[in-house]
């Protein structure tokens, strides 16, 4: 998370996660205290502290200018050896991509590969450059390979070299996929944020780690139906958000919260899953960047903690 501090307004970038609280620091003596001793970036625990009950945050919330974008995580267990978890058309423009797919296959447990591709399905050469991106290595430790992605993706200045991509050629989007052995229960987690000048098709697949993902998609022959179950799959009308506090936070007003992404103060946002043309809901609205600026000032001579 990047995260500004400023006179008059509190400037925080947000993804994936579900944001849980601002909280004014007017709290308990030994919690106080904690928060004075942790530097930027230490985890500190906060025992018995978090409640429903705090006041929330009013706030005003636009549809900010973004990437098409689109996830892999409907079915997140990929439980047969080949088979794809999404397929999408894609327009000339940015894109970002979310990976979030496991090795479901345990009768008999079997090493996999799960992978991301882009065809080309334009006239002309295609021109792809990644701007920022991701990409963990496989592991059954899930918290731990979202918190890293998060983190690998905001500090990511993406790559210098364009690639070249012919009409009806099939290419991988992250080589590092390539190369992955995944095993049974493990997570593949990417978030790959790049620009093409041709039409073109994305897909996520799982298949042998001996087989090349552009190769598997041109023999795989349909896509793992929809359960509309966990996140969701396919291409949403919403990539980011920009939020704004309509009342100044006051930091002698106590413990307030910031909910956002619960389906309730924040609607989860729609789509389109692109093989049954159905459609579909980001439930949690994971990928969905929010850029919120919050107003507050101290008036008791306190500072602001921000915590989530």
């Known amino acids: 998370m990047n995260t500004t501090l400023k006179k008059k307004g509190l400037s925080v970038t947000l993804g994936l996660l579900f944001v849980s609280a601002l909280y004014a620091q007017q709290v308990p003596q030994h919690i106080a205290a904690q928060l004075k001793n942790t530097k930027q970036g230490e ?19 636009v549809i900010w200018p973004g990437p098409q974008y689109m996830i892999s995580d409907d079915p997140e267990y990929i439980r047969i050896p080949e088979g794809i978890a999404l397929k999408e058309k894609v327009e000339p423009g940015t894109v970002r991509l979310y990976v979030y797919n496991v090795n479901g296959v345990k009768e008999p447990k079997t090493d996999r590969k799960i992978t991301a591709v882009i065809k080309n399905t334009g006239k002309g050469n295609m021109r792809m450059k990644m701007l920022k991106y991701s990409s963990q290595k496989p592991s059954t430790n899930y918290f731990k390979v979202g918190k890293e992605g998060l983190y690998d993706y905001f500090n990511s200045q993406g790559l210098a070299k364009e690639r070249a991509i012919k009409p009806g050629q099939t290419v991988a989007i992250d080589e590092v996929l390539e190369r992955n052995v ?9 978030i790959y944020e790049f620009l093409i000048d041709e039409p073109g098709e994305v897909a996520v697949l799982q298949t042998a780690p001996g087989t090349s993902g552009p190769k598997a998609y041109e023999t795989i022959g349909s896509v793992i139906p929809t359960n509309k179950k966990n996140a969701g799959r396919g291409m949403f009308g919403v990539s980011n958000y920009k939020v704004f506090n309509e009342a100044v936070l006051e930091t002698d007003k106590g413990v307030t919260q910031l909910v956002v992404a619960d389906g309730k103060d924040d609607a989860w946002v729609k789509g389109i899953e692109g093989e049954s043309n159905t459609v579909s809901t980001l439930a949690g609205n994971y990928g969905v960047m929010y850029n919120i600026e919050l107003k507050w000032k101290s008036n008791d001579g306190k500072g602001l903690a921000l915590l989530t």
């Open 182 to 190: 995944v095993r049974y229960d493990e997570l593949v987690h990417g």
């Open 43 to 61: 985890i500190v625990r906060l025992d018995n502290f978090l409640t429903e009950s705090f006041t929330k945050i009013n706030y005003d919330r």
